[in-house]
């Protein structure tokens, strides 16, 4: 196994990570890449208290993400990578031309956002940024837990994905 | 990361209000500020005590930062209320505040969905089912279910505002609490424990001595398992719970 999931999440670690991903797919470490968080001992803690015991936590910045990618890549356990934000995602994308499937699975309302399913909200900028992501090559759906359908970019954006 | 006042007090009363208004955390969830409003209802008690009262202008934008989007696990919210009671009280920075509110979320989801949906719940569940199977009583059974379900539920909910409240934004500590962390492994085994003695129990009650009716629950439960196999991506579990449920009404009427 290796690093295979490459998620948008602004809530991070939280349930649907860790028990609707984590079980099914027997999660054995999560990348957790934020700039802030990374600088953030307490915020790590936190963080680090909502993963089981038996997975992994790493904290990275975009830029040491960059860097060890290929050590998580070539870890035997199965593993996500998550951003709070698509900025971020977009950024390590750039850097990462092997990043070929991002799944957005949560962008929760923001004054300026619209919603695009009930668990996505973006502003035509982040839309923008995910179609841009989209025109690189890479895979983008909407998907929230494993038992839910994963909605396609171009659904998604036409204010079609799950309600 | 931030130093607690410890001549900060939260009174019995509004300590007691806040606890009664954690139960309608949800009240008024939606998809955009998840339980944001009931956070700001549960924390109202407290920022009365806010200089100015209800009607000074901290009151006000405390109310407003506290409305906005906020998802965590409804019984273990009650820790981040607590939290965030303690720091506005104590006069923590707005910018400390809102970061918490980001942060905390997150963890407290985790630990809660791992704890109580994915724990405590089935559990709860299987002890009823063995309550079933032994021969009590409906009533009997949902009463089982409910005292089992609701002495994790309200035990959460109580010391998880006072955790919050005592530790403040530090609350990290508070989660790295043993049974928090430790709980969902070996609830996870009792419950394994208890549905392996009470399915056994509860197919006996179900089918009876004889075996007429074997035949038909074997072939109910593979049919369930193939529709719910057909289903899987297509259909959440909670509109196939409800699918099932109306179609069971259905069946009690028309038999």
Sequence with gaps: ?163 | MSSRNPETTLPWRVRAAILLRLFAIQGAWNYETMMGNGVAFALEPALRLLPGGHRGEPFRQAMTRHSGYFNAHPYLAAVAVGALARAELDGVPVSQIERFRVAAPGPLGSVGDRLVWAGWLPFSSCVALLAFGLGLSPGGVVLVFLGTFNLLHLGLRIWGLNAGWSQGLDVAATLANPVLRQAPAYVARATALVAGMALPVAAHGIIGPGRVLLGGVLASVATGALIVTLLHGRLEGWRLATLALAAFVLFSMVR
């Design chain 1, 1 to 163: 196994m290796t690093l295979e999931m490459f998620r948008i999440d602004d809530r991070l670690v939280h349930g649907q990570v860790v028990v609707g991903w984590g079980q099914p797919c027997a999660l054995g470490f999560l990348v957790l890449v934020d700039d802030a968080v990374a600088q953030s001992a307490w915020e790590q803690d936190l963080y680090r208290m909502g993963v089981p015991p038996e997975m992994e936590i790493i904290f990275d910045t975009v830029v040491t993400a960059t860097a060890r990618l290929s050590e998580y890549r070539a870890d035997c356990r199965t593993g996500m990578l998550i951003t709070s934000d698509i900025d971020t995602m977009v950024r390590l994308a750039a850097a990462l031309p092997d990043i070929r499937n991002v799944t957005v699975g949560g962008v929760h309302h923001k004054p300026g956002r619209i919603a695009r399913a009930r668990y996505i909200y973006l502003t035509p900028e982040e839309a923008l940024r995910l179609q841009a992501l989209a025109a690189c090559g890479v895979t983008v759906v909407a998907q929230d837990v494993p038992q839910g359908a994963a909605t396609p970019l171009d659904v998604l954006l036409r204010g079609e994905g799950p309600t």
